[in-house]
């Protein structure tokens, strides 16, 4: 009699074989290294968002001394101005004094100090320095003018200004000097 033993196929016996050994150890590895590489990845993508962030900080930074710098600059250019608007106003006082003693009559004095307070006005107008010079009619305004004096008027109606006791000044919108002025206040 013949042994009639069934053998399964080659095929199947070297797929059962093929099963790598510790393909569990593997599959962990791939899982970890996945995990690593989301770790990474996140990390790149904070340490991008920080780069961001300190760029923005650091134009921050120098926006803000850019403009203290300025501010710095202009305070300093303010005392200056300030230190030096007593020549102005004498130079004026003595045009006016003279004018109101000589009949308005010109000598050389005169036209010198004259050209020498044109010199003046047109350099500080470079650092964007104005003069506030409100006329008589004009209405009162704190900001830029300080009353010395209420007086009444027949001619200006209440809180307009009725002269103007000294020029003010004012680097673009900042004050250096409120013009000094008479209010009219009825009563």
Known sequence: MTDKTVTPPLKAQKASSLKPKGSADLQGKITKLEQSLDEKSKEITELKDDKIRTLAEMQNIQSRHHTKLQEAHQYSLRKFIEDLLPILDSLDTGIDTWSAHNDGQSNDTMEGMKVTRDLFLSTIKRYDVEVINPNAGDDFNPQWHEAISMQSSDTIENNKIITVAQKGY?????????AKVVVCQTE
């Open 170 to 178: 004012q680097i673009k919108d900042r004050l250096v000097r409120a």
